[in-house]
Structures are given as C-alpha cells and as structure tokens.
C-alpha cells in the first residue's frame, strides 16, 4: 500500500509539471491538495510523511473520526464538501479554509461562529460552472453580486473560487466548464470590488488536472489517482447523494 501511494504520488506530481510546462506556467503555482473523502487515516498518513501538506474532506464526520490519528501532523485540512449550516461550529474545529461556500445564509451563520470564536477564516465560492443540478454552487451570473453581498461578513476572507467541471470521457466537453471558472474571475477582476486582488482557482481533479491547469488553475483536487478509486458503483460527483 505505501508503495503504491508513494508511486501515484509522483505519477501525480509529473502530471502536473508536465501540463504546467505544456502551458507555459511555473509548477510552484500549482498546489496539490490530497481529496480524502472515505480514505482512512493511515492512508493519509502515508501522503502526508512522503511531503504532501493539504488534505481536503467532504464530511464533517471523516474530519472528526481520522483527527486523532493525524493532528499530531503538520497539515492544513480544507473543507471541499457541502457544509450544513448545523456542522459549522463542528467543521471549525478542524479547517483552515471552507471551499464551497455556496450562499448567503451559510456566509451569515460562519461569520457569526467565528465572531463568538475570534478569528476570521479563508473561504472560496463555490461555482456551478457545468450547470449540473446534481452539483451545488452559486450560478455564474451570481457570482459577482455575491462577492459584493459578502464585505458585511467581515470574518470570511475571499481568497479563490472552486468548481466542480463537468466530466465526460471526450475533454472537448470537459475544457468549457473549467475555462467558465477563470473568465467569471477575470470579470471579479474587472468590477474592481473593494477587497478583493488575487484569486486562486480551485479546480481540477483525477481526471481533468490537466485541462484544470490549462486553464489556469492553481490548486487540483485529487483522490482516486493517489489512493484509488474508492467509489466502485456510486455516483460519486452527485453532491445531493448521501454516502
């Protein structure tokens, strides 16, 4: 098992220098954060003693059961999953960023915790760009009114935007809902919106990291071509299906 983590791991981190130098980018602007849903901790563990630093969970509940057996490591956890307002004061317990804030009345409930608690916590908007019903995210056309939406909420500091892309086995398909992710930030950028400058793209996972790349995206989410694929018969990228 450590060999083979150890063995996709660099497979991953080649694919990576590859699509950077196919695209003309520096590879340090790509950070690789680890997509831990249902791995368990000593899996992780592997990753985390072979050099990588950032694991992403879905579920509040995976957070809570492998902490033991990882806080005594040096990592940053992000939430990438859909977030209940009722886990919230859970979920802080353990992550440094939320990437798929997705409305208002989430942004409202996170912003009064972390007030109670003191401290303020990195965020990304997550964005339906594959208009998928299956995926939650603000609509594209949301987006920009949101972030304006959002300086009341003094605690949340906007520091990217993620998506899921739409998958499919022909990347023609894929490339567009990846590319939509990076023009609704140029147009963030235009509006020139008090607060915000720079803005990372969180997209890119198994198998689109290298179009995700193309496009300018600078953390990928992988799982399944690290630890492999865990969901055998499940319709994995439906967020609405409970595991």
């Known amino acids: ?127 339906n760009t594959s208009f998928e019903e299956s995926k939650f995210g603000l609509k594209p056309d949301e987006v920009i009114s949101f972030i304006r939406e959002m300086k009341q909420y003094e605690t949340l500091k906007i520091k990217g935007l993620m998506t899921i892309g739409l998958l499919d086995v022909e990347k023609v398909k894929m490339q567009p809902s990846l590319r939509l992710l990076r023009e609704i930030r140029d147009e963030i950028y235009k509006a020139k919106i008090e607060g915000i400058s720079e803005l990372k793209l969180s997209m890119g996972m198994s198998q689109d990291l290298e179009l995700a790349i193309a496009e300018g995206s600078n953390l990928v989410r992988i799982g399944t071509s690290i630890f492999g694929n865990r969901f055998l018969g499940k319709e994995i990228w439906n967020e609405n299906i409970a595991e």
Not at 23 to 43: F, I, M
Not at 63 to 77: A, C, F, Q, T, V
Not at 94 to 110: P, T
């Open 1 to 127: 098992m450590k060999e083979m983590i150890i063995s996709n791991l660099k497979e991953v981190h080649d694919r990576i220098e590859a699509a950077c130098k196919l695209s003309g980018r520096n590879p340090l602007d790509v950070q690789l954060l680890l997509a831990t849903k249902t791995v368990p901790a000593d899996k992780i563990r592997i990753a985390i003693e072979a050099g990588e630093t950032l694991i992403g969970e879905n579920k509040m509940q995976e957070l809570r059961d492998k902490d033991p057996g990882l806080k005594e490591l040096s990592i940053e956890r992000h939430f990438i999953g859909h977030l209940q307002t009722n886990k919230i004061k859970d979920v802080l317990k353990y992550v440094s960023c939320i990437q798929s804030l997705d409305r208002l009345s989430l942004a409202q409930e996170l912003d009064k915790q972390l007030q109670k608690e003191g401290r303020n916590l990195d965020v990304f908007i997550q964005i």
